[in-house]
T-cell receptor
Framework: DGGITQSPKYLFRKEGQNVTLSCEQNLNHDAMYWYRQDPGQGLRLIYYSQIVNDFQKGDIAEGYSVSREKKESFPLTVTSAQKNPTAFYLC?????????????FGDGTRLSIL | RKEVEQDPGPFNVPEGATVAFNCTYSNSASQSFFWYRQDCRKEPKLLMSVYSSGNEDGRFTAQLNRASQYISLLIRDSKLSDSATYLCVVNRGGYNKLIFGAGTRLAVHP
């Protein structure tokens, strides 16, 4: 089945540690996105990538980094500079070659501080 | 002012009721509009896109009012399984970036 796979489902980070969240898609989508969701709030865009080897900062990129070396993969690293990393992280993708295309989501990673 | 605003609810309705949600957006250049559904501790899932002429999918009807910059979702004959948070989503005018409202929570009871 085509879809977006995020791993791990749950992740715990120690103080001062970098952690990497995985996102893989087999939908042949060019565009991929990372969001963060905090309780009672809407999704906020961290980084996005419209094409391989290119990515842009979203609204809350500080303390995060990404890479896009393959079309299928868009890993997110939460660095030690992100002081409040506890949240639900969602990866999405869409076909950006046409207008008005919705984004489809993976099932998310819950990150907590130890 | 938030770019996308929704009434957080919760809307508590009995089975079979009709319920309507509204959402307002601030960017007049926005071109893409969607309603997503999010169950507790799950990822958002696309419910329906919203078109200028309005569109219907079974018990769900979506309307867009560009002049007043609001979007609505009407759910008829509510089911217990409709209980979820409904997210209003708008693109950031001209860009392939979506802005998500904080969501409206619906609880359908027997």
């Amino acid at each position: 089945d085509g879809g977006i796979t995020q791993s791990p489902k749950y992740l715990f980070r120690k103080e001062g540690q970098n952690v990497t969240l995985s996102c893989e898609q087999n939908l042949n989508h060019d565009a991929m996105y990372w969001y963060r969701q905090d309780p009672g709030q809407g999704l906020r865009l961290i980084y996005y990538s419209q094409i391989v080897n290119d990515f842009q900062k979203g609204d809350i990129a500080e303390g995060y980094s990404v890479s896009r070396e393959k079309k299928e993969s868009f890993p997110l690293t939460v660095t030690s500079a992100q002081k409040n990393p506890t949240a639900f992280y969602l990866c999405a993708s869409n076909n950006n070659r046409e207008l008005n295309q919705p984004q489809h989501f993976g099932d998310g990673t819950r990150l907590s501080i130890l | 002012r938030k770019e996308v605003e929704q009434d957080p609810g919760p809307f508590n309705v009995p089975e079979g009721a009709t319920v309507a949600f509204n959402c307002t957006y601030s960017n007049s250049a926005s071109q893409s509009f969607f309603w997503y559904r999010q169950d507790c501790r799950k990822e958002p899932k696309l419910l329906m896109s919203v078109y200028s002429s309005g569109n219907e999918d079974g018990r769900f009807t979506a309307q867009l009012n560009r002049a007043s910059q609001y979007i609505s979702l009407l759910i008829r004959d509510s089911k217990l399984s409709d209980s979820a948070t409904y997210l209003c989503v708008v693109n950031r005018g001209g860009y392939n970036k979506l802005i998500f409202g904080a969501g409206t929570r619906l609880a359908v009871h027997p």
